[in-house]
C-alpha cells in the first residue's frame, strides 16, 4: 500500500520545482502514525522527489528529534524548523526548542533556496 496513493505525487513534486519551491514533509511528528508508517511515508515521499522533512519542531521529545533526523539522514532530505505558530495558546511557545542535529542538512543551504 503506497501512503501517497491517490497522490499525482510526481506531478505535484514537478510543479512545485517548476515554481522554484521546495517540496517538505511539515511537522511529521504531528500525523498519527506509527514510526513504521511514518518511516514508509518518508521513504515514499523521498523516492517521488521530495526535498525535506521538517525535523525540529516545538514539543518534540529528544527521542522524537533524533527519529525524524535519522529518517532525514537515511534519505538523503534536507531538514526544516519551524515553531508551526498559527495563534497564541496556552501550549506552545513560540521558538522554543528550535534547532537542527549535527547530521542535518539545513535547507536554506540547499542549491534552490535562493534561486532567482
Known amino acids: 500500500m503506497s501512503l501517497l ?3 499525482k505525487s510526481k506531478t505535484q ?3 512545485i520545482k517548476e515554481a522554484e519551491g521546495l517540496s517538505v514533509i511539515a511537522h511529521p511528528i504531528r500525523y ?3 514510526n513504521k ?7 515514499e515521499f523521498a ?6 522533512l521538517e525535523v525540529g519542531l516545538t514539543q518534540m521529545s529528544p527521542d522524537q528529534r533524533k527519529f525524524i533526523s535519522s529518517l532525514a539522514t537515511e534519505h538523503d532530505l534536507y531538514s526544516s524548523q519551524g515553531s508551526d505558530f498559527h495563534a497564541p495558546t496556552r501550549w506552545t511557545e513560540l521558538g522554543r526548542g528550535l534547532h537542527l542535529s ?9 542549491d ?3 534561486a532567482p
Open 5 to 7: 496513493n491517490g497522490w
Open 112 to 114: 534552490d533556496w535562493n
Open 32 to 34: 498519527d502514525l506509527s
Open 47 to 52: 523516492s517521488a522527489g521530495g526535498d525535506a
Open 102 to 110: 549535527e547530521t542535518c542538512r539545513p535547507v536554506w543551504t540547499h
Open 37 to 43: 508508517w511514518l518511516r514508509k511515508l518518508v521513504a
Open 13 to 15: 513534486f514537478r510543479l
